[in-house]
């Protein structure tokens, strides 16, 4: 870890690799209460603490009401990592963030023995690191995860009832794959947040807001949106910076992969409208690459997944 990196924001999305049921616990879903978590390392003495940030409430720190609000909706401290070694000439610091890792930080363990229909425990001698990707300020980490039970899991009568199958050859054992991938939060970008009107139908992301003290309304929305920037500022109609790449997954069947391609680009139409060209392309995932993980966050991937009760894609 480099020192210049501490109490830096990261940025953390965890899905399933391999899943063993459906969604929430399919190949490709995220995993936690949030897709995507942010968290800060701090030193403090021989160790490094994981912290979370309070995202639910947030206020300018000019505001009257910042420090009554700061006595009262503290940060998480989640975890803390023993520093194993320091290097003063290259100014890094040595931690092992294995428990980050586990899932143990996202209740996965909970989480699969609702799921799983039975008391499930992490056997952390069968479990490890499977394949590491560095590329700039990303990092990607593919987990192998053994979950053991002391008897074979009946299906959670709730899960079931929702078509949610383990589908574990022997209840008593549960191999999963786990993709994370780690990136620190960009210290300058172009993004411009836009706020959402609570009368169209948007997926937001929401929290509750000091600085409108005085309004009916204290939650602030803001759009989960793409970054899409045109190359000529001024064209009623103009080609992206930076387009929305999908990529297909080898789950799909290649009988069906133009249609999928088709039905795909078809919202170039909606983006056109909107004023963009090409905003959306359609790739297919790289044969023969070592490094591809359809549960990567550095790509969009749409996949077909086939569970007892239904088959079908989801990105």
Do not use: C
């Not at 966050?297 to 996949?303: D, G, K, L, S």
């Amino acid at each position: 870890l480099p020192e210049e990196k501490l109490s830096k924001l990261f940025v953390v999305q965890a899905a399933f690799h391999h899943g063993f049921t459906e969604d929430p616990a399919q190949a490709g879903s995220p995993i936690g209460n949030n897709a995507v978590d942010v968290y800060r390392l701090e030193r403090r003495d021989t160790a490094v603490w994981l912290i979370r940030p309070n995202l639910t409430y947030r206020w300018d720190p000019s505001d009257p009401l910042a420090l009554a609000s700061s006595r009262t909706m503290p940060e998480a401290i989640l975890s803390d990592f023993p520093i194993e070694q320091t290097n003063p000439e290259t100014k890094r610091v040595l931690i092992n963030i294995t428990s980050l890792l586990s899932g143990d930080l996202q209740q996965l363990g909970m989480m699969v023995t609702v799921l799983g229909g039975s008391q499930y425990s992490l056997e952390r001698d069968k479990s490890g690191v499977d394949r590491i990707i560095q590329s700039a300020d990303m990092t990607t980490v593919r987990m192998n995860n053994v979950y053991r039970a002391a008897r074979a899991g009946g299906d959670n009568p709730l899960a079931a009832m929702f078509g949610m199958v383990n589908h574990a050859e022997d209840g008593r054992s549960l191999p999963l794959k786990v993709t994370w991938t780690l990136n620190w939060r960009p210290e300058k970008s172009n993004y411009m947040p836009r706020i959402a009107d609570p009368r169209v139908g948007y997926f937001t992301q929401d929290f509750y807001s000091v600085d409108k003290f005085y309004k009916r309304d204290r939650t602030q929305r803001y759009i989960n949106r793409w970054n899409l920037v045109k190359k000529s500022p001024e064209a009623k109609l103009s080609d992206v910076v930076k387009p929305i790449v999908w990529t297909i997954d080898p789950s799909i069947p290649e009988k069906y992969r133009p249609a999928v391609r088709e039905g795909i680009l078809r919202w170039n139409r909606a983006f056109e409208a909107a004023g963009y060209r090409n905003a959306i392309q359609v790739v297919d995932a790289p044969k023969n690459d070592p490094d591809y993980d359809h549960a990567d966050a550095r790509r969009n991937v749409i996949r077909f997944t086939m569970t007892e009760s239904a088959g079908y894609a989801i990105a």
